[in-house]
């Protein structure tokens, strides 16, 4: 089956297009990445590279795909893996600490490709907007499970600005410890949202009614 | 005098020059701004436009040295207009809502010039960082004036890192009611750290001694 063969290689280099694209744009930003940039990193002549995008912006668009898709399953690994809404929070503001090296080189990758597309007046702005959007969604989910369904999107957004004020800030002072005190912070005041977890208290409520 | 008169037409325009960069490194960023796209906004030939600025890279210092110049202004404006150290801090909080068209529209042109030249490795990156150490000193000096002598950088920081946050999701998200409650919940902040001016306090104690 040689065409299947083809198709799959096909799509492995299209993959591998796509990757490389992804890490120079987060690391040189999208505007200074050329064609060139990309497929000197695939090791891929410029015909080869044609064939499968021909403009920047569908290298962009692809990008975009990419990074939605990896959010998604970040997301759903800390569904899956933390019991409480509280602990997936946390998950939530412990990713600052495990990518801080990134962020304190590069930024964080959502905020600072939507800001430069912001800027180009890009018309992916929108798609790339989306992957904060993903966020903003599961942040809210987990406050609504926490009890605070009344001010879920108001918290999922604080706590969203809040990490993107952390990721500018180490990216522009390079500082390890300033991360670390402000990811506690975020600990501590989820702490105060929420001491208890709903069904706790609602054992609790159950088992010991209050004495007349 | 029309040596007197050609240097001061010549520094106009290295003037204009620099305020033109200025607002297009803002508006479209540094790596899409042009040579071309700076003389066409002021108006100038190539020779004459070389005749000031030889590089980008030179009219990048320029628009930092200019940007630094602005902030120190109008850091020393909120120091002699407000009497309380509560009341400018206010005053930097309230500049988010002050600025929000351009902020939804551009970001913050300290935070995005900063990630752009992180990105770029452009060795301006520590340059355009002291705009924002000039915004910590100031505030550390005020959170040091409200008593909080021990803690002042970490609130500095802290404060800095709201404001980051707060323009990144306005820019990604265009929503002004969002940095409305956000600054609102930064002047809450701001009272929960020292409900009482320090003169007030001591001022206080001195008129109304604890009855025994």
Redesign the interface.
């Known amino acids: 089956m040689p065409s299947s063969i083809t198709s799959h290689h096909e799509s492995s280099t299209r993959q591998r297009i796509v990757e490389a694209a992804d890490a120079l744009f987060y690391?040189?930003?999208f505007?200074?990445t050329s064609f060139a940039d990309i497929a000197g990193q695939v090791k891929l002549s410029r015909g080869n590279f044609y064939h499968h995008f021909k403009t920047k912006d569908e290298i962009l668009s692809a990008v975009i795909e990419l990074r939605a898709a990896h959010t998604q399953a970040m997301l759903e690994h800390w569904t899956a893996s933390e019991e409480t809404p509280m602990a997936r929070l946390g998950c939530f503001a412990e990713m600052l600490i495990r990518n801080r090296k990134d962020i304190q080189?590069?930024?964080c990758p959502v905020?600072?490709l939507?800001?430069?597309l912001?800027?180009?007046e890009h018309p992916a702005h929108g798609e790339a907007?989306m992957i904060?959007g993903q966020f903003r969604h599961w942040l809210r989910e987990q406050f609504m499970a926490l009890g605070r369904r009344a001010d879920a999107d108001?918290l999922a957004?604080?706590l969203?600005?809040?990490?993107?004020?952390?990721a500018?800030?180490a990216?522009?002072?390079h500082d390890e410890t300033?991360i670390r005190?402000?990811v506690a912070?975020i600990h501590d005041w989820l702490l105060t949202l929420h001491p208890e977890e709903p069904a706790a208290r609602r054992r609790a409520k159950t088992s010991n009614p209050p004495k007349p």
Chains 1, 2 share one sequence.
């Open positions: 690391q040189r930003g505007e200074k080189r590069y930024g905020g600072t939507c800001a430069e912001a800027k180009l907007g904060f108001v957004m604080h969203l600005s809040r990490s993107q004020g952390i500018s800030l990216n522009a002072f300033f005190r402000e912070q």
